[in-house]
């Protein structure tokens, strides 16, 4: 399939956001007690492909949300196509954990979505002497919410920043909004300005009606990626 994906008539879907940085520098791949750090929402992580010394080639990301399982292990909730399953995820130059669940959407050359409705959401795990996972940042969750149309929204994201707008879309497990997105956001959180409810994590961009630039974003339903990690949500 080599047509962009339409998500409902008035969406089309664009190209997937994880950044993909050349030969970035990773100080020191090895997990020490004396690198512990704190990673929550809105974060810049990178989930690494390979190694070549001390340099680390991989997908930048935004971090999503935090969720605990039953047994107590912390995730951190980003985007599907972030990462694979056992890829080292790096924060601040250094590998602090890996990536242990992804539902990753088949993309096409153009990074395209091949099934518009295809789940897209990943979940890693950090090396306790190496970092922690804690809410907080900008986007402060009070509690798991359903997007509804009309809702006034805001995320997170690493390369773009702080960004509100309006969900104009609800469908299946995916969010419309006009909220602008850019490569390195994948996974950012959003937020319901009215009640601090945490909706979704950043898909990619999309266009609107008959628009043949992105005028928007698409989010991935929070509490379906939440469901199929096996986790709740984390707030603070």
Known sequence: MHTRPRIAAAVLATAALAAAPTA???ADPVLTAATSTTVSPGASVLTVSSMHGNTADG???????????SDGTKVGVYAGHCGKV????????????????SSAPQLTAQETFVNQNAADWAAFTVDPGSAQLVPGGRAK???????????KVCSDGATSGWRC???????????ATTIGVQTGDSGGPLIRTADGAALGI?????SFGNSKTPTGSLYYDLGSALSAIGATLVTG
């Open 141 to 151: 969750a009070s509690s798991l919410g359903k997007a509804r149309v009309g809702d």
């Open 165 to 175: 707008g309006t969900v104009v879309q609800v469908d299946g497990s995916y969010i």
């Open 24 to 26: 970035v520098a990773s």
């Open 202 to 206: 950043a898909s990619r961009a999309a």
């Open 86 to 101: 056992g890829e080292k995820v790096a924060f601040g130059n250094r590998v602090v954990g890996k990536t242990i669940a």
């Open 59 to 69: 997908l930048a990301c935004t971090v999503g949300f935090i969720g605990q399982r």
